[in-house]
C-alpha cells in the first residue's frame, strides 16, 4: 500500500529556514513522480515543487523559485523541500503527493495528476 508521511513543519520567524521531509512506503521513487503541495486558510491547494520520476528533473512555482529545492535522498525512501528565506505568505499546510500515472510534465502542478496525497504538516512563518 502506498503511503506517504511528512514531517518538519513548524513555527519559524521571516527569514528563516525549515525542511520538510515526505517518507514514502509501498513503492520506488524511480517509478512515481512526487510533488509538494500547500494550503493557506481560505484559499485553494497550490503547486509548490515537483521532482519527476527517477529525479530527472525539477520545478517549481515562481514564488518560491530560488527560495525552495527539492531533492530525494540516495536510499529513493524520501523527498526533502528545503526552504530558505520564509515568507508569511508560506504559511500553509503542506502536503506531499506521489503519482502513479504519467503526465505531461509542464502541468506537474495540477492536483488531478496525483493520486496518493499525505496527511499534511503545517508551516507557519512569523514574527
Known amino acids: 500500500q502506498l503511503q506517504l508521511v511528512e514531517s518538519g513543519g513548524g513555527l519559524v520567524q521571516p527569514g528563516g529556514s525549515l525542511r520538510l521531509s515526505c517518507a514514502v512506503s509501498?513503492?520506488?521513487?524511480?517509478?512515481?513522480?512526487i510533488a509538494w503541495f500547500r494550503q493557506a486558510p481560505g484559499k485553494e491547494r497550490e503547486g509548490v515543487s515537483w521532482?519527476?520520476?527517477?529525479?530527472?528533473?525539477?520545478d517549481y512555482a515562481g514564488s518560491v523559485k530560488g527560495r525552495f529545492t527539492i531533492s530525494t535522498d540516495n536510499a529513493k525512501t524520501t523527498v526533502s523541500l528545503q526552504m530558505n528565506s520564509l515568507k508569511p505568505e508560506d504559511t500553509a499546510v503542506y502536503y506531499c503527493?506521489?503519482?502513479?500515472?504519467?503526465?505531461?510534465?509542464?502541468?506537474?502542478?495540477?492536483?488531478?495528476?496525483?493520486?496518493?496525497w499525505g496527511q499534511g504538516t503545517q508551516v507557519t512563518v512569523s514574527s
Open positions: 503527493a506521489a503519482a502513479t500515472s504519467s503526465f505531461w510534465n509542464v502541468l506537474w502542478y495540477r492536483k488531478s495528476n496525483y493520486n496518493y
Open positions: 521532482i519527476s520520476r527517477r529525479g530527472l528533473s525539477t
Open positions: 509501498g513503492f520506488t521513487l524511480d517509478y512515481y513522480a
